[in-house]
């Protein structure tokens, strides 16, 4: 048993974000996300800049929803249409395009 510190929606997006940033097919303590947080996983050797982690993460989400870009927008928390241009400006292709 567990008191949830947030409402509903705050558990289900959390919940979502488990399913996406999991490693494998079991979610583990590794993959946790306490308040949208992801607990680090290993050292980062290079720092990226913001503009290559969000390419990543955009291409993480769109490859864990199969390419659905409806969903993958929903995961995000951003309008269609603003990930429709950012898959422009970080050139990225997904299944039916």
Known sequence: EYNWPGNV???ENTIE???VF????????????????IVPRTE???????DEVEQQHIMRV???VGGN????????G???KTL??????YEISSPGD
Request: aromatic share 2%; charged share 35%; no cysteine.
């Open 22 to 37: 999991a490693r494998g097919r079991t979610i583990t303590p590794e993959d946790l996300i306490y308040s949208n947080t």
């Open 9 to 11: 929606r705050e558990l």
């Open 62 to 64: 769109l490859s864990s």
């Open 17 to 19: 974000r488990l399913i």
């Open 69 to 76: 870009k409806t969903r993958a927008a929903e995961l995000l």
């Open 78 to 80: 951003i309008d269609r």
């Open 44 to 50: 980062i050797s290079e720092p990226m800049r913001l």
């Open 84 to 89: 429709r241009a950012k898959l422009k400006k």
